[in-house]
Nanobody, 125 residues
Framework: QVQLVESGGGLVQAGGSLRLTCVAS????????MNWYRQAPGKERELVAA???????FYADSVKGRFTVSRDNAKNSMYLQMNSLKPEDTASYYC???????????????????WGKGTLVTVSS
């Protein structure tokens, strides 16, 4: 299993910046992809950014050019640098990790995914 803890959320004015951090523990060697999701009250959870163990990244169109996702495998951490924040970015941001099968490494997972509890980002105008 994997435990995920997010931090870095808070209140910021439009145009400002925040950096979110997700620290993973447990079977971190089994993690293939780490993701950032966000969810506003009454809305569906959406994928914001993703990064693989090899460094390939994905961004939602709504944040492309403003957000940057990165990871430090040695520290079992993932980061989301958020610049030029807009009020519509207001949401709870969740860290997510995808685990996979790798018998040689002792990973016995079948596409399992784990979630953190979230950190709240509020952008005022």
């Amino acid at each position: 299993q994997v435990q995920l803890v997010e931090s870095g959320g808070g209140l910021v004015q439009a145009g400002g910046s925040l950096r979110l951090t997700c620290v993973a523990s447990g079977d971190t060697i089994c993690i293939v992809t780490m993701n950032w999701y966000r969810q506003a009250p009454g809305k569906e959870r959406e994928l914001v950014a993703a990064i693989t163990s090899g460094g390939s990244t994905f961004y939602a169109d709504s944040v492309k050019g403003r957000f940057t996702v990165s990871r430090d495998n040695a520290k079992n951490s993932m980061y989301l640098q958020m610049n030029s924040l807009k009020p519509e970015d207001t949401a709870s941001y969740y860290c997510n990790a995808d685990l996979t099968m790798n018998v040689d490494a002792g990973c016995l997972y079948y596409g399992e995914t784990y979630w953190g509890k979230g950190t709240l980002v509020t952008v005022s105008s």
